[in-house]
């Protein structure tokens, strides 16, 4: 199992980014999916994650993105997106993807944002810096 994340880089505050995470040897759509992040200095903390299509689909985010981040699948091309709007300096970081190994668990879910041990597979990252 591989994941690639892509789509970081350097925005302006106010800015857009979009990640997107896919995977080889994989079918995300029967596993919850979760963005994590780290900053420098700092523990690795949940920001999205998305059940499985089969259970919904649904979709929580951490206090801070409510409003700003929305996680989405296309399965059609094996990829969960993580659309990041109105971004913030605090939200410099580098963004992981991640993967319940158990297909169609809720487990890993909720309440939201769950430890990092939770998930079993892990892409390596991609660098968001937000900065004028």
């Known amino acids: 199992v591989q994941f690639v994340e892509s789509g970081g880089g350097l925005v302006q505050p106010g800015g857009s980014l979009r990640l997107s995470c896919s995977a080889s040897?994989?079918?995300?759509?029967?596993?919850?999916i979760a963005w994590y992040r780290q900053a420098p200095g700092k523990e690795r903390e949940g920001v999205s994650c998305?059940?499985?299509?089969?259970?919904?689909?649904?979709?929580y985010d951490t206090d801070a993105v409510k409003g700003r981040f929305t996680i989405a699948r296309d399965n059609a091309k094996n990829t969960v997106y993580l659309q990041m709007n109105s971004l913030r300096p605090e939200d410099t970081a580098l963004y992981f993807c991640?993967?319940?190994?158990?297909?169609?668990?809720?487990?890993?879910?909720?309440?939201?944002?769950?430890?990092?041990?939770?998930?079993?597979?892990w892409g390596q990252g991609t660098q968001v810096t937000v900065s004028s």
């Open positions: 998305i059940s499985s299509s089969s259970s919904g689909g649904n979709t």
């Open positions: 040897g994989f079918s995300l759509e029967d596993y919850a």
């Open positions: 991640a993967a319940d190994a158990t297909p169609y668990s809720s487990a890993s879910l909720i309440p939201w944002p769950r430890d990092p041990d939770d998930y079993d597979y």
